[in-house]
């Protein structure tokens, strides 16, 4: 070979060598990262640590084995994709690993995987074999997390194990760096990871005691509150304390790392768990509204109803964003109604500060200051939570995750700041809605001696045995629809001879009727003294009773009963009287208090020996049965020919819906 032909050939083997195994060497570098091996697995799990491949993006042939990965970026697993130069990133992503075991010498014969908690929903992949999920796939899905999972590998054999990652659009409180696995995957025998599944779990359980505890708490107190409110239907501090309590067990239940079911439930988490949350808010305006004694301001009651629908729609609202089909298609609307959604239950939040605020302007008792400051700090807490997490990932402040966290555990319980606030407003809540029925309880035993006191006092004034009458035979019946009625009658026998009988109805129940029928029985018997004249009499109540009716008024029969059967009447609205079955037609003026009248017609009729005349008050007329019938004027007719108590217990059995007031008068 000639010199120049061994200097070609010297030349071809350094730049096979500079090229060729220098390209070997680059294809090897470019090449898988190198495979995971897993020792000691006889002796419990390991870690699947170090670099592993990932790419963005979505593909199923991704899993294959013999994928060639080696244009894909390493990534270490136990950290998020948003830490490691794809912040803000949310959409599917693929890691890849391969796997091999050695020096197991036939000691496992079964491998498993065992996945911590994630912040994203994820599909694993065993040499391109779908072993397990979290969620569908390609299918949306509502909550960016996942909790800790187990799958069984098979036999250990080198293999690659895929996980295809999926998040859905960040909302306005999602930080840009905490998405993708957070922790690093570990691999053992199946009885192993098993044994390390469940041991997580009970530490995972055993640190949240307290918020067990909550829920249970919460639960029972729920039960308490909707007893005591179906005994008081009337109480709407207590509805709102059984919707607080109520809204906050739901709320606090909404927590996936204990209830990883919630995960496949979508709606749970994303529509009512915010639902939940602004119920307990509104829930709370209400109970400091009526704790606080600040229900006696109008316009205050106004704006937290008007408030509270702004909240409850707007939270509803945030619900239906996170339903809303194919977002991660439309990712700047669903930002922008998430963010107009957020803004309308967020600014309310304020609101509590306001009613607090107000109260501690009045003189409250240690009851009520203990509500006003637990719900003060407890409300604060949440508002600068709430704010602090807003646009996290933009200011990249973090401090509203730090409020969050574990303060110090105890026993391996984790206590937060949230927690120890939101029980000690429960309790603040549970004290002063126990002092409040107390102060009730006193209050209605003091209206009830009252009602008492006007029946005894209505009862003189209305009498119950009639007096003797020459010529005429008088019985009554008073049947009061409550404590105290509405109804009044007199029967004041005159010196001449004869009986002036009167007989009314008050509009309304209660002590406000009571009152007036004590001002009229005071009136008639000191004009009795004065005047027989029916129409005169009637006159001066009615001059007595302007404007002090409070818009009510009175219907009322004044009768004189001659000793010779002459019957003189005198009517102002009330129900005519029936003489032998008959109804009685009269000249009928206004009801007393409405009008000023100079003089109220009278009407003249006689009595025969041995007729009847029945004179009833509306509460006979009006008494209705079940299905709403009312006993009316045709039967009524036919029953005046009865005794004064057969009349009033027919209305009676048939459904008293009002006083019942029945006098017959018989010429004897």
């Known amino acids: 070979m000639s010199p120049s032909g061994r200097l070609v050939r010297a030349l071809c083997v350094v730049a096979f060598l500079l090229f060729g195994v220098g390209g070997l060497r680059a294809q090897a570098g470019a090449g898988s990262a190198q495979a995971f091996v897993a020792e000691g697995l006889g002796r419990g799990t390991v870690a699947v640590d170090g670099p592993w491949q990932f790419r963005v993006g979505d593909d199923v042939a991704w899993a294959a084995p013999g994928l060639d990965d080696s244009g894909w970026e390493t990534i270490d697993v136990g950290r998020a994709w948003g830490d490691q130069g794809h912040w803000g990133y949310a959409g599917r992503a693929w890691y890849r690993r391969t796997i091999d075991f050695k020096d197991l010498n036939g000691a496992v014969a079964d491998v498993s995987l065992y996945v911590p908690g994630t912040a994203c929903a994820y599909e694993v992949y065993w040499n391109g074999r779908l072993i397990g999920r979290t969620d569908a796939m390609p299918a949306p899905v509502m909550i960016n997390s996942a909790g800790a999972s187990a799958f ?81 239907r009337d109480r709407k501090v207590l ?24 995960l496949n439930w979508t709606m749970v988490a994303g529509f009512y ?46 619900g239906l964003v996170y339903d809303m089909p194919h977002r991660d298609a439309h990712v700047l609307l669903f930002e922008v109604l998430d963010a107009i959604a957020t803004i309308g239950f967020s600014l309310p939040a304020v609101f509590p500060f306001v009613l607090i605020a107000l109260a501690f302007r009045k003189k409250m008792n240690p009851a009520r200051k203990f509500v006003a400051i637990a719900a003060f700090l407890s409300d604060m807490y949440f508002v600068v939570h709430h704010t602090a997490v807003q646009g996290e990932r933009f200011t ?29 407003l429960v309790c603040a809540i549970v004290y002063a809605l126990y002092r409040y029925m107390l102060e009730q309880g006193q209050r209605q035993g003091v209206m009830v001696q009252e009602y008492r006191n006007a029946r005894a006092v209505q009862q003189v ?7 003797d009458i020459p010529g005429y035979v008088i019985h009554s019946v008073y049947k009061p629809y ?39 029985v005071g009136t008639l018997r000191t004009l009795a003294h004065y005047t027989q004249s029916p129409g005169a009499m009637m006159a001066a109540m009615n001059q007595r009773l302007i404007g002090r009716s409070n818009g009510g008024f009175t219907t009322c029969l004044v009768l004189r009963a001659d000793p010779d059967g002459t019957l003189t009447m005198a009517n102002a ?73 057969a009349v009033a217990a027919t209305a009676q059995g048939y459904g008293q819906d009002d006083d019942i007031t029945v006098l017959t008068l018989t010429r004897s």
């Open 273 to 318: 768990g915010p639902t939940f949350h602004s119920m307990e808010d509104v829930a709370l305006w209400f109970l400091l509204l009526y704790l606080l004694e600040l229900d006696q301001y109008p316009r205050l009651v106004k704006w937290t109803k008007i408030l509270a629908w702004i909240t409850l729609c707007s939270a509803i609202g945030d």
């Open 573 to 645: 609205g009330h129900i005519s009287p029936y003489l032998a079955g008959k109804e009685l037609l009269l000249d009928t003026g206004l009801p007393l208090g409405i009008v000023w009248s100079p003089a109220y017609a009278e009407t003249t009729f006689r009595i025969a020996v041995g007729e009847q005349l029945t004179m009833v008050t509306d509460g006979v007329v009006e008494a209705r049965d079940a299905s709403g019938a009312l006993l009316g004027f045709e039967r009524t007719t036919a029953l005046s020919v009865q005794s004064a108590e």
């Open 152 to 232: 069984r590998l098979g036999k250990p054999e080198r293999g690659v194990l895929a996980f295809r990652a999926s998040t859905e659009p960040l909302d306005s409180t999602s930080p840009g760096d905490e998405i993708g696995l957070m922790a690093v995957p570990r691999i053992g025998s199946t009885e192993a990871i098993g044994d390390l599944a469940a041991r997580e779990r009970w530490a995972l359980v055993r640190s949240r005691l307290l918020t067990i505890a909550q829920i249970v708490i919460y639960g029972q107190l729920s039960l308490l509150a909707l007893v005591v409110w179906l005994r008081f």
């Open 482 to 520: 409550g404590e105290v009625g509405g109804d009044f009658f007199q029967i004041m026998p005159l010196a001449a001879g004869g009986v002036m009988v009167v007989i009314g109805d008050v509009s309304g129940k209660g002590m406000p009727a009571a009152m007036l029928v004590s001002l009229l």
């Open 396 to 424: 990249g402040l973090r401090f509203g995750d730090w409020m969050m966290n574990s303060m110090f555990k105890v026993w391996g319980v984790e206590v937060t700041m949230p927690a120890v606030l939101s029980l000690l």
């Open 461 to 467: 004034l209305i009498p119950e045995n009639a007096p």
């Open 239 to 262: 509805f709102w304390m059984l919707v607080f309590l109520l809204s906050a067990t739901l709320w606090i239940s909404m927590d996936w790392t204990l209830f990883p079911w919630l």
